[in-house]
C-alpha cells in the first residue's frame, strides 16, 4: 500500500531538530511533496534553511518571497505558541 501526502499539499508541518541529522531528512521529503516547514529547533537559521520551502538571500532577496518565510516561520511558530499556551491553561 502507498500513502498519498496529497492531502496535506500546501499545509504546515512544525518540526523539532529538522535543522540536523534525521529530521534535514524528513523536512527535506516533506518540503518534497508539497508541504511548507516550520523548524522549531534551536540549532534552526532564519532565512536561507534548507527546509523552508521558499528562501530568500538576506541582501537581495525577492519580498514575496520573504513574506512566504516570514508567514511560515515567524507567524507560524507565534500561532502554534499560542495555541499550545491555551492547551496548557486550559488543561492546568
Do not use: Y
Not at 499539499?9 to 512544525?14: L, P, Y
Not at 534525521?22 to 532564519?46: C, M, P, Y
Amino acid at each position: 500500500m502507498v500513502l498519498s501526502m496529497d492531502r496535506w499539499r500546501g499545509k504546515t508541518a512544525v518540526i523539532t531538530g529538522a535543522g540536523a541529522g534525521i529530521g534535514t531528512a524528513i523536512a527535506a521529503k516533506l518540503v518534497e511533496k508539497g508541504l511548507q516547514v516550520a523548524d522549531l529547533s534551536h540549532r534552526a537559521l532564519f532565512i536561507s534553511r534548507p527546509t523552508t520551502s521558499k528562501s530568500a538571500k538576506t541582501t537581495d532577496g525577492d519580498t514575496e518571497k520573504w513574506r512566504k518565510v516570514l508567514n511560515t516561520d515567524v507567524l507560524g511558530l507565534c500561532i502554534a505558541t499560542r495555541e499550545a499556551i491555551k492547551v496548557t491553561l486550559a488543561n492546568n
